[in-house]
């Protein structure tokens, strides 16, 4: 771990690449050789937004998965599901398409969807025009729990993001977010 931490640090800058080659002789070298030198490293802001990106995406979901867990006894992922499917005609998604909006992957939604089953917030129901296909569909305790958890939630995320950026930030921050959103869905 150290020896990576100074090789992250050792990585140049576009600006500096000439100086940061000797100290990078010394220091990257991993257990696996040296690392390559064809990588178009971060620049040294570029990698500490990257950086407040994951902290600040990290700090984030865990104070909502807080929240949600300690006032309603739901994960932040079990939420999103029962919002996604709130939405939905007759408060039912097929499985495969209920993966794609919440950004997970076939299996981890399973998993989800059992606890929530177990719970009796969804159930599981055959798809009626695929014999193969499997629908969730959220019941009248599901939608009742959402309608509990719900304002909880909004106060949370009001508290932890919406009301620390301007109007202008927070915008730029979804657009952003709407950028890549389809470059990191997960493989089915």
Request: charged letters at 25%.
């Amino acid at each position: 771990m150290a020896q990576q931490a100074l090789a992250d640090e050792a990585r140049p800058t576009q600006a500096g690449a000439a100086q940061a080659s000797a100290v990078r002789t010394d220091l990257v070298q991993t257990e696996c050789g040296p690392i390559p030198d064809d990588v178009p490293w971060l620049t040294t802001d570029q990698q500490r937004h990257w950086r407040a990106v994951i902290t600040g995406t990290a700090r984030l979901t865990e104070a909502l998965t807080r929240q949600l867990e300690r006032d309603a006894g739901l994960s932040l992922s079990e939420y999103e599901i029962l919002v996604r499917l709130s939405e939905s005609p007759e408060r039912t998604m097929r499985m495969s398409e209920l993966a794609v909006a919440v950004v997970h992957s076939r299996s981890r939604l399973t998993h989800a969807v059992g606890r929530l089953e177990n719970r009796g917030l969804v159930e599981r129901r055959p798809c009626p025009d695929d014999r193969r296909g499997v629908n969730c569909a959220m019941t009248d305790a599901g939608y009742a729990a959402l309608a509990a958890a719900a304002p909880g939630h909004v106060r949370e995320v009001r508290a932890q993001l919406v009301d620390v950026l301007t109007d202008e930030e927070f915008a730029a921050l979804g657009l952003a977010m709407d950028k890549i959103a389809p470059e990191a869905a997960p493989e089915a």
